[in-house]
């Protein structure tokens, strides 16, 4: 069995102006063949879209059923993570802006605020320190 682990970072640019946001993923993948690199890259590729876009795919473990506009406290703790997940504090107000923008959910008075938080306490992620082998 191989197995691969990797971590990807996709650019998504608007071509007229030029700006850009950068998704870094991580992304893990094995298969008994040769399709392992295969599987990882598009795994990552539908992680970092799923991620820029604040996109529901269908197949999360963890989603909850909620009726559309409820407020709904696990979409709340995966927009949070989302916002602090990010590579800089300008991507992590962009994230807050686009997750605010959605109309999947109406975020309560105490969710928007939370939000806000998150994209302002923004912190910088810690480096993996390398490892000789």
């Given at each position: 069995?191989?197995?691969?682990?990797?971590?990807r970072?996709f650019?998504?640019?608007?071509?007229?102006?030029?700006?850009?946001?950068d998704?870094?993923?991580?992304?893990?993948?094995?298969?008994?063949?040769?399709r392992?690199?295969?599987?990882?890259?598009?795994?990552?590729?539908?992680?970092?879209?799923?991620?820029?876009?604040?996109?529901?795919?269908?197949?999360?473990?963890?989603?909850?059923v909620?009726?559309?506009?409820?407020?709904?406290e696990?979409l709340?703790?995966?927009a949070?993570?989302?916002?602090?997940g990010?590579?800089?504090q300008?991507?992590?107000?962009?994230?807050?802006?686009?997750?605010l923008?959605?109309?999947?959910?109406?975020?309560?008075?105490?969710?928007?605020?939370?939000?806000?938080r998150?994209?302002?306490?923004?912190t910088?992620?810690?480096?993996?320190?390398?490892?000789s082998?």
């Amino acid at each position: 069995m191989n197995r691969v682990v990797a971590k990807r970072t996709f650019r998504f640019q608007h071509v007229d102006s030029g700006e850009h946001c950068d998704v870094t993923v991580l992304s893990e993948a094995a298969d008994s063949l040769d399709r392992a690199s295969h599987k990882l890259n598009t795994m990552a590729k539908k992680t970092a879209v799923r991620e820029m876009f604040f996109l529901e795919v269908g197949d999360d473990e963890y989603e909850t059923v909620a009726q559309r506009g409820a407020p709904n406290e696990d979409l709340f703790r995966r927009a949070r993570q989302a916002i602090r997940g990010q590579q800089s504090q300008e991507d992590a107000q962009a994230k807050l802006d686009a997750v605010l923008a959605s109309k999947r959910c109406d975020w309560t008075p105490e969710q928007e605020d939370a939000l806000r938080r998150a994209a302002q306490q923004w912190t910088e992620p810690k480096q993996e320190k390398s490892r000789s082998l």
